[in-house]
């Protein structure tokens, strides 16, 4: 192989990973809205009592995440346990989100949520994703975490919720733009030894 | 021109999205002027961006906006607005008084651009309505000339005398408003009987509006004591009105009474006395219950009746015209609201079709500085409580004092003197109970409503008359209470008020408390607050709306929108859990309601067509709406062509009150 096939398969994987990634950050977006509609649509099939003392199935929200992040790019029979591990990292942020009592202190937990949902899911993943264990990485997935989560903070601290009559529509972004913010971060990273494995081996054989 | 006028438009439409909750208002006042332009299309645009619910609600941008822009757009259309020729009920031309109305529509305009200068109407002084001051400006609109009454001379005697009641030309009989100088001082059901302050004091009136309790005292000037003098109430096709006048009982013109007599007749004897220069006789017309007597009234404005005084000697015969006026109407409005709600209550603000109605709106939504607060909130979510967040008992006083300066106001409008008592009041939601609540306060049965109270007939609108279950619930969930408090409604069982307040340091009810109640009645499953209404000695007629929501209006609960944005922020509450359309109406035991309220306390246990009218299809409030219900709310305009709850309100206004089964006399 010469040197200038090496470059272009090398461009070409390049490529390859760059439509992967938008492939996963779409599928992210997607589930995320997805998980919405769904919880939407199952609370009503809840039983009565059950509603009416308030219960309801949050659980289906982070399931699309934490099945596309196995199916994605965990692939490994670990991935079973990341997945009830993202449950139980969603219901963390959850509550977290609701603690505070007026505008400033929601915005204040609603970000905090934000940044334990999103190091909470990288820990949780590690399982499968080891390198994800890098005090850099974990602070990168804290960053886009908090930042994902201002959307959510502009909804419930400023009480859209109850005024706007577009807030479905914001609802399903504010879940899509989280996940697929995380998610296409924790796909790049678990993916790219991966793909340094492929540019590995064609350096090989270029030296060969 | 046309260029000119859409881009003034333009440019409050995009103020109206911008500028906020505090300069919006303003800008409807300003854009309620440009709707009089003479072009169509424009004024369609305005209509719809006016009414729409995101204008009042979705911008945080300060007003500040508005002192830029509000100089500039009022001074390119006040010209246009106060020479508006393409509307009778605007045209000053067509006034009695042209300058007059000029100047007074001047005066309005600027007035309230000084206000929505200063910041909006929770300015000092500045806390009114601003079409209504073109209202105003505009009653001078010349009646129709009435045909004089067959068979008799006007006013052939008292050319060249002195004019003790000199008015529209004659000098022979006058008409003068009693209030308060005429009025005795101890008792205020009673006149003075000193024929030298009857002859010289009062107010000169030429009307009296159709309340049952103004009155009007009737001069007329004799040639000598003792000189008996026949006093009629005419028809306005000058045949003497039926004499029959029961006591309840609607009477069209009225009926005439001597000076604190029993009297109830619409032909009177009265005998001259000496005053202080001259002979002068005096009687007192008591306007009739009701205003309109049937269709043919409906649409008026005002109608005219004859007094006739006829000398028994032959001596003279003279004869006067009266107006008969409606009482002022005054919208109230509800929890957490503002004058604002009213804005799409299309009869009364459709200047073109309905300028018959002299209306005001009593607004109780002014910022109070609370201290401490149950249940407790934050200070950032305190600094937005507004005082119709408080209790009834809180509000009352307010709103009373406001129904009565707007009677004062109708009774002093220039070119139309006018004596009047009472007033309308047309009240929404917890407004209703607001209203009911005023009846209990001292200052209630003034001077000035001769001791039987400001109000002529109250009509509510969704009034939780026996409270709602929701109360209850909103105060046990935190999270939902949050949001709301949020978004500045802020739901309080009670609350420490800072000075200066007249409640400084003493705790109020909250409204919300206030409202606390199963909705039924039943074993008095209600607020103190409530309690105390039912206690209240005094009656008023009173006329209930309800409102019902069907599955058009709850189905939304179930779509992607503020309903599954409140069950996700306040998960495990059942309140928010049950905003879905099967399960909202287990709130209300499965009974039918608006949303909100329970039909059986909008209608106080009373069922449709025994004092009060039920209306499907229609949410509680535009608040309602933005929970997730789809529109309309009971507000809202009726549809083209079509009779709905707006529509029912004015057939009220038009209805006796005597009939008691529709204007049930609650406390």
Known sequence: MSLSQFDEYSFMTDIKHVRKSLQATILFAVGGAFAVLLSNLMHPMLPRWARLQGITDLTVIPIPFAVLSAVLFLRAWKALAAVPLNVMVWFVAYAISRQGSDRAQDNFWILVAGVVGGVGVALSDSVCCPHLLSPKRLSRVAFIGVVAAVPFAALKANALIIGSPAIGVLILCAFALWQASVGTYLYIVCTQRERMDETSDMAKGLQE | ?667
């Open chain 2, 1 to 667: 021109m046309h260029v000119e006028l859409e881009s003034i438009m333009q440019m409050t439409s995009n103020l109206m999205t911008l500028a906020g909750h505090g300069a919006a208002r303003e800008l409807i006042t300003i854009r309620s002027w440009l709707v009089r332009f003479p072009v169509r299309r424009i004024t369609m645009d305005i209509s719809i961006s006016a009414h729409h619910p995101v204008n009042s609600r979705s911008s945080n941008l300060r007003p500040k906006l508005s002192v830029l822009w509000l100089p500039l757009a009022s001074l390119l259309c006040c010209p246009t607005a106060l020479l508006a020729q393409d509307d009778p009920a605007l045209d000053c031309t067509q006034s009695l008084n042209p300058s007059a109305c000029l100047a007074c529509k001047g005066t309005a305009f600027a007035k309230a651009l000084a206000c929505a200068l200063q910041g909006g109407p929770y300015v000092e002084g500045c806390n009114m309505n601003y079409d209504g001051m073109f209202h105003e400006c505009m009653d001078g609109v010349a009646p129709s000339p009435p045909p004089a009454p067959t068979g008799t001379v006007i006013d052939p005697w008292c050319d060249g005398m002195p004019a003790p009641g000199a008015f529209y030309g004659t000098c022979s009989l006058g008409f003068v408003d009693p209030v308060p100088n005429l009025q005795a001082a101890k008792d205020p059901t009673k006149l003075v009987d000193d024929h030298y302050i009857l002859a010289t004091q009062g107010t000169r009136v030429s009307g009296i509006a159709a309340d049952g309790v103004a009155r009007i005292v009737i001069q007329v000037g004799g040639q000598y004591a003792g000189q008996q003098t026949i006093l009629s109430i005419l028809q306005e096709d000058g045949i003497t009105a039926a004499p029959a006048v029961e006591p309840g009982q609607p009477a069209p013109y009225g009926w005439l009474s001597s000076v604190n007599g029993p009297e109830m007749t619409t032909t009177l004897q009265i005998s001259a006395g000496q005053t202080n220069s001259t002979f002068m006789a005096f009687a007192v017309c008591h306007p009739p219950l009701e205003f309109s007597r049937g269709h043919q009234d409906s649409n008026a404005k005002s109608r005219q009746m004859y007094i006739q005084a006829v000398a028994a000697d032959g001596g003279f015969t003279t004869t006067n015209p009266l107006i008969i006026w409606r009482p002022p109407v005054v919208l109230v409005h509800g929890l957490w609201g503002e004058m604002s709600d009213w804005a799409t209550f299309t009869p009364f603000y459709d200047l073109t079709n309905n300028a018959r109605f002299f209306m005001r709106t009593a607004a109780y939504s002014y910022p109070v500085s609370v201290i401490t607060s149950d249940p407790v909130y934050t200070q950032g979510q305190l600094v937005r409580v507004r005082a119709n967040a408080l209790g009834f008992e809180f509000n009352a006083p307010v709103v009373l004092s406001q129904i009565q300066e707007y009677i004062r106001q109708f009774r002093s409008r220039p070119g139309n003197p006018t004596a009047a008592a009472q007033a309308d009041v047309v009240a929404h939601s917890m407004g209703g109970m607001v209203s009911r609540s005023l009846v209990g306060l001292q200052a209630y049965a003034n001077k000035e409503s001769f001791g039987q109270g400001s109000v002529h007939k109250l009509i509510t609108i969704g009034t939780p008359h026996f409270g709602t279950p929701i109360a209850a619930d909103l105060l046990a969930s935190p999270c939902v209470r949050r949001l709301l408090a949020n978004n500045g409604e802020t739901p309080l069982r009670q609350a420490s008020l800072g000075c200066p307040s007249r409640y400084g340091g003493i705790p109020v009810n909250g409204a919300v408390g206030d409202l606390v109640g199963t909705g039924d009645g039943i074993n008095q499953n209600y607020s103190t607050a409530v309690g105390k209404i039912e206690q209240i000695a005094r009656t008023v007629p009173t006329a209930m709306v309800a409102a019902e929501v069907t599955l058009l209006n709850t189905s939304s609960l179930d779509n992607i929108g503020p309903a599954l944005g409140i069950r996700l922020a306040c998960s495990g509450e059942p309140l928010a859990m049950r905003l879905t359309s099967a399960d909202w109406p287990t709130e209300f035991g499965g009974h039918p309601n608006d949303g909100i309220v329970p039909v059986s306390s909008q209608l106080r246990q009373s069922t449709a067509g025994s004092g009060g009218s039920y209306w499907h299809g229609f949410v509680h409030s535009q608040g309602t709406t933005s929970l997730g219900f789809t529109p309309p709310f009971e507000l809202s305009p009726d549809p083209n062509g079509v009779y709905g709850i707006q529509a029912e309100i004015e057939l009220l206004l038009n209805w006796s009150v005597s009939e008691t089964n529709v204007f049930k006399p609650i406390r």
